[in-house]
């Protein structure tokens, strides 16, 4: 077994929850609450219906609640149901490796629910989890444009495996197991971006996680050097000499980065249009600009490989989370965007496309001293029919919903009561907000899964 590895599953396995700092806490619960939230939405959604149908039909045991559902299935589908769900409206968190709690939260409930575990252990997998991935991420240089694998599944599935070993109370030994077969698990293209399988990226991670854990406990026997080795995991999805598994893993314990490094969506749509988004919006409601106002909208310093540019004139209105020219032109008409921004009929408009004419997006070449690949600015420039230029710039890193400047408890709890309304009755609703809000002080899952199962 190579150190790293050991370094690892012994973060996982032997770390007491009462050394991990509360401030690292305090965001889990509220990335937790938020991706409840945004499940709740997901299971009203077409894609929502479906993965749960396919679970359903998959039989098995009722061990675990599937979100927004009568339906209780086993640990491992529970986890691929409540994974897509909550990543169905790419409305989730975002940040440190991806979207972190559709791969951390679904597989912690999973194994939670059906070995009774307390709200608190709930956060402490969840905190585990994230620092593993995280870790592992920042000892690497991963750019998943370029490489072509979606993060959130190459190190989200690592995440997920690190919590359900914690939750089963695997020995170290036991950890580096399920870490080496998780190291075969991974999946997810960047192509997807844009349809129903994104979602499924989240889910499949979830799913590998409960897997791999669930048989090293047993006994499975896997490679301990799936992280070290030439032809492991890191080489494979992140490519010869672009990882140092001691960066990896040397500061594990020692800096903590899920205090400041989760970001809570305003926005259900991919995250590389928020601060653009930011900036038009607010230049259209302090100028009260409307629609004919407008001679053109650009949108500067944008990268080629960015996801944003994959569905430049959608043919669906789903694929136009993922279309910085959809979500432009859509703020234009609207001065909003929101769950229903991304339907057919929204697409199909007359001032959608008189808007998307207007919209320009002016990518950087690769050549350019100052190119990022996840820029911090996206400055957008309105040029009025008197001539007139309205032009701002929002920082991604510390725009709201970021760490530096997080959404209020009451903006939390408004964004998952307008999630939660789709699936849930109003009593419920606020049920549910009570429930999970509390989690760190629930005994057992039992009261908060209830709250977000339809009783009518």
């Known amino acids: 077994m190579g150190a790293c590895e050991q370094r690892l599953a012994t973060f996982v396995a032997e770390t007491d929850a009462d050394s991990i700092p509360p401030e690292s806490y305090r965001p889990a619960l509220h990335a937790s609450f938020d991706c409840i939230g945004v499940a709740l939405a997901g299971a009203a959604q077409p894609q929502g219906k479906m993965i749960v149908d396919f679970v359903a039909a998959q039989g098995g045991n009722s061990q675990c609640t599937v979100i927004g559902n009568r339906l209780r299935s086993s640990p491992y589908l529970a986890a691929l149901a409540n994974g897509t769900l909550g990543h169905a409206l790419d409305y989730d968190d975002m940040g440190g490796f991806g979207h972190p709690s559709v791969a951390l939260l679904p597989t912690a409930l999973a194994i939670g629910e059906s070995l009774g575990r307390s709200g608190r252990d709930i956060l402490a997998a969840y905190v585990l989890g994230f620092e593993v991935a995280v870790h592992l991420n920042k000892g690497a240089e991963n750019v998943q444009g370029l490489t072509g694998f979606h993060s959130t599944a190459v190190f989200g599935t690592i995440a997920a495996t690190a919590v359900a070993s914690r939750l089963l109370e695997l020995t170290p030994q036991q950890t580096v197991m399920a870490f080496g077969l998780a190291g075969s698990m991974p999946s997810g293209i960047l192509q997807n971006f844009g349809s129903y399988t994104k979602p499924l990226h989240a889910g499949m991670a979830c799913r590998s996680g409960v897997m791999a854990a669930s ?72 100028n009260d600009v409307k629609l004919d106002d407008v001679v053109r909208v650009e949108v500067d310093n944008v990268p080629a490989i960015s996801h944003v540019l994959l569905h430049p004139n959608p043919t669906q209105g789903y694929q136009g989370k993922f279309s910085l020219h959809y979500n432009i032109a859509t703020a234009l008409v609207d ?36 190119y990022e690949h996840g820029p911090t600015y996206n400055p957008v420039t309105i040029t009025l029919q008197n001539g007139e230029r309205l032009t701002r710039r929002t920082n991604r890193r510390t725009m709201h919903g970021a760490p530096a400047d997080p959404l209020s408890e009451h903006e939390l709890k408004d964004k998952f009561r307008s999630c939660a309304r789709l699936c849930l009755p109003e009593k419920q609703v606020e049920e549910a907000i009570d429930a999970w809000w509390s989690l760190d002080r629930a005994a057992t899952l039992a009261e908060a899964l209830n709250s977000v199962t339809p009783r009518n």
């Not at 808007?355 to 002016?362: C, I, P, Y």
Request: positive net charge.
């Open 215 to 286: 048989l090293a406990k047993q006994g499975w026997l896997a490679t301990d050097s799936f992280l070290d080795s030439r032809v492991g995991w890191a080489h494979a999805y992140i490519g010869r000499d672009r990882y140092d598994p001691e960066r990896m893993t040397a500061n594990l314990g020692k800096i903590w980065h899920s205090k400041d490094s989760i970001v809570i969506k305003k926005y259900p749509c991919c995250g590389s249009n928020h601060g653009a988004l930011d900036s038009l919006i607010a230049l259209l409601e302090e």
């Open 335 to 370: 001065r909003k965007i929101d769950i229903g921004s991304f339907t057919d009929a929204k697409l199909n408009r007359p001032e959608y496309r008189q808007a998307r004419e207007k919209t320009q997006v002016n990518v950087m070449s690769n050549w350019d001293p100052q």
